[in-house]
């Protein structure tokens, strides 16, 4: 190595325009294979760009901290983009006259279905207490989901790992899921694959069909409200049955 | 454009305030929405600007949750000897969750439609 060269590679390996560059340049190939494919929900953009970058850290040797450093611009968008969501919602809300009951009963269901069955699951695979509770709000948004597992006594850092596993997953295997549940309303699909993969199931919604993506959307923030009531309620409930 | 942007800082901005002040458990980005909402719902048109904005980031959601999700590749190490667990939880959770809430919002729409 010339020492030119080890000049250019300290400046750039601390550098946020490194880790923008390569954040975008792994997404958008992230994207080129999806698009390729005929938009398989298997090749899921953000699964291949975080495997992509993953692979770059750990051949270069550099560590998570110093690439979110840069990154961070990436991720600080996601606050805008949350707000930015009303704008879909409030849009679907206006032109929609009924249906406001099918909802609210879709989204209580919804709701409780994902953590009730998300702790069960865990409970009968033997899962340790906390873990079961770190568990319990994955099909919300990242940051409301790691303040409910602080409140009920689970692993914010871990619930986080569980929420984003969560939108892959449900990214992945949703479409095909509803296939074969013969879901094929484009407001129902949205609002599933918004309720239960967040985000990311709402961005694979919003680029199928616009009027699911609204719908993914309006259930990415209502699941956010709900979630965020419902289980501490639930595990209020649940302690005082069990010290009874 | 940047009028728009602008907004949507403001909102988050607000909503943050609001967040931390009352030491709420929802996110200052989730009541800068719900904000939006209320004002939104209070006039008569979305602002043209505001909806190329909103379109414009929104159809590049996935993108933002790289850095984050290459973060869960670094934390896999949490998971340790539960994982078998975890991920039987997430992919069955996820399943069941995805069938009853479309199955519900399919039926219920279904009703709405033949009534009209």
């Known amino acids: 190595m010339s020492p030119d060269f080890v000049e250019v590679w300290v400046y750039l390996s601390a550098s946020p325009l490194t880790a923008l ?21 298997v090749l899921n953009p953000v699964l291949i760009a975080v495997t992509l970058i993953t692979i770059g850290l750990s051949v270069t040797g550099i560590d998570y901290w ?3 450093e840069g990154a961070q611009f990436v991720h600080f968008l996601l606050g805008p983009a949350t707000v930015a969501l009303a704008i879909p919602v409030a849009k679907l809300l206006k032109e929609m006259r009924r249906g406001f009951g099918g909802l609210c009963v879709a989204l209580a269901c919804g709701s409780l279905t994902a953590a009730v069955s998300a702790v069960v699951i865990a409970d009968l695979l033997s899962a340790t207490t906390q873990t079961v ?17 602080e409140r009920i006594g689970g692993l914010p850092s871990l619930t986080a790992v569980c929420v984003i596993m969560t939108g892959v997953i449900g990214a992945m295997i949703g479409p095909y899921i509803l296939d074969l549940a013969k879901i094929s309303n484009w407001n129902a699909r949205g609002f599933a694959m918004g309720l239960t993969a967040h985000g990311i199931g709402t961005a694979r919604a919003i680029q199928v069909n616009p009027q699911a993506g609204a719908f993914a959307s309006l259930a990415v923030g209502l699941n956010g409200l709900a979630t965020a009531t419902l289980i501490p309620i639930l595990w209020s409930l649940w302690q005082w049955w069990s010290g009874v | 454009m940047l009028v728009a942007i602008t907004q949507l800082l403001v909102c988050q901005l607000i909503g943050e305030v609001i967040a931390r002040g009352f030491d709420l458990a929802i996110p200052g980005p989730v009541i800068g929405m719900g904000l939006l909402l209320l004002i939104l719902f209070n006039r008569r048109a979305i602002p043209e600007s505001l909806e190329t904005t909103a379109h414009g980031i929104l159809s590049h959601l996935s993108l933002l949750f790289v850095p984050a999700g290459v973060g869960v590749v670094a934390h896999l190490g949490i998971l340790g000897n539960e994982w078998h667990a975890i991920l039987g939880s997430l992919i069955g959770s996820t399943i069941i969750t995805i069938v009853i809430t479309g199955w519900i919002l399919q039926r219920m729409q279904k009703g709405v439609m033949d009534e009209s």
């Open chain 1, 21 to 41: 560059t390569v954040t975008l340049v792994a997404y958008l190939a992230g994207d080129w294979l999806y698009q390729k494919s005929g938009r398989m929900p």
């Open chain 1, 133 to 149: 509770l770190s568990l319990a709000p994955k099909s919300v948004t990242t940051p409301i989901a790691m303040g409910i597992a």
């Open chain 1, 66 to 68: 110093t690439y979110f």
